[in-house]
């Protein structure tokens, strides 16, 4: 089994002392030390967890990358490596080796260089992360179109592709995948506020407020809901994205198996330049691009079918 894809626990279960926070949206989760020195092994390696993954995520999501040069531009920090943060965090008050770890396994996911992830952004939500999407029809109309014409550039190009057109094709293909769910789910939280806070619920489990702190200023913490689904959501990780879709659109997840071995492919192209860990290079064909249409269509279908369900559509 591939501990990547494990459903790890969260920390949103955790009680009140375990936290060290004020009430900030923007901000990361942190944790109080002499909970943390108390804390059980299995809560301690949550918290690290879940500490990192609230600070720092793939450079691909907020990391420009120059293409001439191989690499990306870590114009907001980093690269910051995982065994140095959680040692310089939290060597203090959890032992060695659950750093060790929580570090390896971060790594594993993700590689030994990490962006920072932005919080208190300067720009407003509505001038740059807004998905212009004013239909419930729209975002599969966009991955129906987007497929079709990657299709059609393939079969123009003939059917002996070469690896490195291959693998880009592939990467596309989870990029159209990951566009669909994310103006699906932003669509619904723009077009109902059951939903936008359903999402919340579960996206800030781990966030402590008070109902005073929340209607104190409902718009502002209603935009930075939006800001969050928009731009700090890694619409890839399903297994990360089930509890909090399942929870907000009342639908049941369809089968993500297939779809998660394909993510682990993109992941070598994405980061390893088409290579796994042990240096191999990626071998793809036009099968295994057939493949992951098949399973993303299946995927999709099933979706539909429950936003369907929780969503009827009007009568005519």
């Given at each position: 089994?591939?501990?990547?894809?494990?459903?790890?626990?969260?920390?949103?279960?955790?009680p009140?002392?375990?936290?060290?926070?004020?009430?900030?949206?923007?901000?990361?989760?942190?944790?109080?030390?002499?909970?943390?020195?108390?804390?059980?092994?299995?809560?301690?390696?949550?918290?690290?967890?879940?500490?990192?993954?609230?600070?720092?995520?793939?450079?691909?999501?907020?990391?420009?990358?120059n293409?001439?040069?191989?690499?990306?531009?870590?114009?907001?920090?980093?690269?910051?490596?995982?065994?140095?943060?959680?040692?310089g965090?939290?060597?203090?008050?959890?032992?060695?080796?659950?750093?060790?770890?929580?570090?390896?396994?971060?790594?594993?996911?993700?590689?030994?260089?990490?962006?920072?992830?932005?919080?208190?952004?300067?720009?407003?939500?509505?001038?740059?992360f807004?998905?212009?999407?004013?239909?419930?029809?729209?975002?599969?109309?966009?991955l129906?179109?987007?497929?079709?014409?990657?299709?059609?550039?393939?079969?123009?190009?003939?059917?002996?592709?070469?690896?490195?057109?291959?693998?880009?094709?592939?990467?596309?293909?989870?990029?159209?995948?990951?566009?669909y769910?994310?103006?699906?789910?932003?669509?619904?939280?723009?077009?109902?506020?059951?939903?936008?806070?359903?999402?919340?619920?579960?996206?800030?489990?781990?966030?402590?407020?008070?109902?005073?702190?929340?209607?104190?200023?409902?718009?502002?913490?209603?935009?930075?809901?939006?800001?969050?689904?928009?731009?700090?959501?890694?619409?890839h990780?399903?297994?990360?994205?089930?509890p909090t879709?399942?929870?907000?659109?009342?639908?049941?997840?369809?089968e993500?198996?297939?779809?998660?071995?394909?993510?682990?492919?993109?992941?070598?192209?994405?980061?390893?330049?088409?290579?796994?860990?042990?240096?191999?290079?990626?071998r793809?064909?036009?099968?295994?691009?057939?493949?992951?249409?098949?399973?993303?269509?299946?995927?999709?279908?099933?979706?539909?079918?429950?936003?369907?369900?929780?969503?009827?559509?009007?009568?005519?």
């Amino acid at each position: 089994m591939n501990d990547r894809y494990i459903d790890y626990g969260d920390s949103s279960n955790f009680p009140e002392e375990a936290f060290n926070m004020t009430f900030d949206m923007d901000g990361p989760v942190e944790f109080n030390d002499t909970w943390l020195v108390a804390a059980c092994e299995d809560d301690q390696l949550t918290a690290m967890r879940d500490w990192f993954a609230d600070r720092y995520c793939d450079p691909a999501n907020e990391t420009p990358y120059n293409g001439r040069e191989g690499g990306y531009l870590y114009i907001n920090g980093g690269p910051y490596n995982p065994s140095e943060e959680l040692n310089g965090r939290f060597s203090d008050c959890i032992p060695q080796n659950l750093i060790d770890e929580i570090a390896a396994e971060m790594e594993s996911e993700g590689g030994d260089e990490w962006a920072p992830k932005r919080y208190g952004r300067d720009y407003d939500y509505d001038d740059y992360f807004a998905i212009e999407v004013d239909d419930r029809t729209e975002p599969l109309k966009n991955l129906n179109i987007r497929i079709s014409s990657l299709s059609f550039t393939i079969l123009q190009s003939g059917m002996q592709l070469n690896p490195i057109v291959l693998h880009m094709s592939y990467g596309m293909l989870i990029s159209y995948f990951e566009a669909y769910l994310s103006e699906t789910v932003i669509y619904w939280a723009e077009k109902d506020e059951n939903v936008l806070f359903s999402l919340a619920i579960k996206e800030f489990e781990s966030k402590k407020y008070s109902l005073s702190e929340i209607f104190s200023n409902l718009g502002q913490f209603k935009e930075k809901i939006r800001n969050h689904l928009a731009s700090n959501i890694v619409w890839h990780r399903l297994d990360k994205l089930k509890p909090t879709l399942e929870h907000g659109l009342k639908i049941q997840m369809p089968e993500i198996r297939n779809i998660m071995i394909a993510l682990k492919n993109r992941h070598d192209i994405a980061h390893r330049g088409g290579f796994n860990k042990d240096g191999e290079m990626l071998r793809l064909n036009i099968s295994d691009l057939e493949e992951l249409r098949e399973n993303i269509t299946a995927f999709v279908d099933e979706f539909e079918l429950q936003l369907r369900s929780s969503f009827p559509l009007p009568n005519r």
